[in-house]
Nanobody, 118 residues
Framework: QVQLVESGGGLVQAGGSLRLSCVVS????????MGWYRQAPGKQRELVAT???????NYADSVKGRFTISADNVKNTVYLQMNSLKPEDTAVYYC????????????WGQGTQVTVSS
């Protein structure tokens, strides 16, 4: 089992920044992929960024150059630094953990709201 607790969401003006945090209940080294997803009203949940246990990152085209995902293995925390925010970034942001051993399991946090005003 993996518990994920997100924080850091809020209301920000366009062009501003926010940093989301996801505290993980066990060592990040034991998790294959950590990620951030988001879901806007009336839309499907979409991938924002991922980071593997080896530190390889991947980003959605819509956030490349603006968002940065990172992991602190001492604090068992994954971050999403969001800069140059746009109104279209408004969504509930979810932390996700993908574990492949002993079985393939995916875990979700409760989500944190990010609202970007124009």
């Amino acid at each position: 089992q993996v518990q994920l607790v997100e924080s850091g969401g809020g209301l920000v003006q366009a062009g501003g920044s926010l940093r989301l945090s996801c505290v993980v209940s066990r060592s990040i080294f034991s998790i294959n992929v950590m990620g951030w997803y988001r879901q806007a009203p009336g839309k499907q949940r979409e991938l924002v960024a991922t980071i593997t246990s080896g530190g390889i990152t991947n980003y959605a085209d819509s956030v490349k150059g603006r968002f940065t995902i990172s992991a602190d293995n001492v604090k068992n925390t994954v971050y999403l630094q969001m800069n140059s925010l746009k109104p279209e970034d408004t969504a509930v942001y979810y932390c996700n953990a993908l574990v492949t051993r002993p079985t393939i399991d995916r875990y979700w946090g409760q989500g944190t709201q990010v609202t970007v005003s124009s």
